[in-house]
T-cell receptor, first 112, second 115 residues
Framework: KNQVEQSPQSLIILEGKNCTLQ??????????LRWYKQDTGRGPVSLTIMTFSENTKSNGRYTATLDADTKQSSLHITASQLSDSASYIC???????????FGGGTRLMVKP | GAGVSQSPSNKVTEKGKDVELRCDPISGHTALYWYRQSLGQGLEFLIY????????KSGLPSDRFSAERTGGSVSTLTIQRTQQEDSAVYLC?????????????FGSGTRLTVV
């Protein structure tokens, strides 16, 4: 069964601190993995996409990693800001473009 | 339009009533998806459209749920005889093609509350 597990479920950090969110998956075959940020009351917005051959990709203060061998991905946020408070969802795409498996998300709260 | 538009943004309905949720995808996006997000839960797949046809309806939770798409554009998700467990945020997403090279763009969702 295709599954995506995210940890931690929730996280509270102080503004300016770094944090790392984890995503483990068992989706097979694997096409790509996306990290989405979902602000309260809004739809998810894509942060980055990782394909099989990519190990690390950065987008501003967000850095995503992918280890296709261990089927693990991480999202590292540096110098957190209050606006980073949101749910971060890991979504894995299978071989057919329409097959998506969603993780349960990590709810991040950044406090001043 | 510039993004995926969903309406209404909020809907409160009485148990047993029917509701219609609307999704207006990005112009030219052939693939359209409906998801449901219950309180504190992850995203749950409901149905996928390619053009006007729905090759994957596997996520629809019961025969009270149906969806259609006309003209390869606007889609309507209908829930008949609503139940309290139908309360959730219903999200629509569209994509340029089935191969998600271009990514999915989500709408802001419709928050459905069944009382």
């Amino acid at each position: 069964k295709n599954q995506v597990e995210q940890s931690p479920q929730s996280l509270i950090i102080l503004e300016g601190k770094n944090c790392t969110l984890q995503c483990n998956y068992t989706v097979s075959p694997f096409s790509n993995l996306r990290w989405y940020k979902q602000d309260t009351g809004r739809g998810p917005v894509s942060l980055t996409i990782m394909t099989f051959s990519e190990n690390t990709k950065s987008n501003g203060r967000y850095t995503a990693t992918l280890d296709a061998d261990t089927k693990q991905s991480s999202l590292h946020i540096t110098a957190s800001q209050l606006s980073d408070s949101a749910s971060y969802i890991c979504v894995v795409s299978g071989d057919a473009g329409n097959m998506l498996t969603f993780g349960g998300g990590t709810r991040l709260m950044v406090k001043p | 339009g510039a993004g995926v538009s969903q309406s209404p943004s909020n809907k409160v309905t009485e148990k047993g009533k029917d509701v219609e949720l609307r999704c207006d995808p990005i112009s030219g996006h052939t693939a359209l998806y409906w998801y449901r997000q219950s309180l504190g839960q992850g995203l749950e797949f409901l149905i996928y459209f390619q053009g006007n046809s729905a090759p994957d309806k596997s996520g629809l939770p019961s025969d009270r749920f149906s969806a259609e798409r006309t003209g390869g554009s606007v889609s309507t998700l209908t829930i008949q005889r609503t139940q309290q467990e139908d309360s959730a945020v219903y999200l629509c997403a569209s994509s340029l093609s089935t191969w998600d090279t271009y990514g999915y763009t989500f709408g802001s969702g419709t928050r459905l509350t069944v009382v």
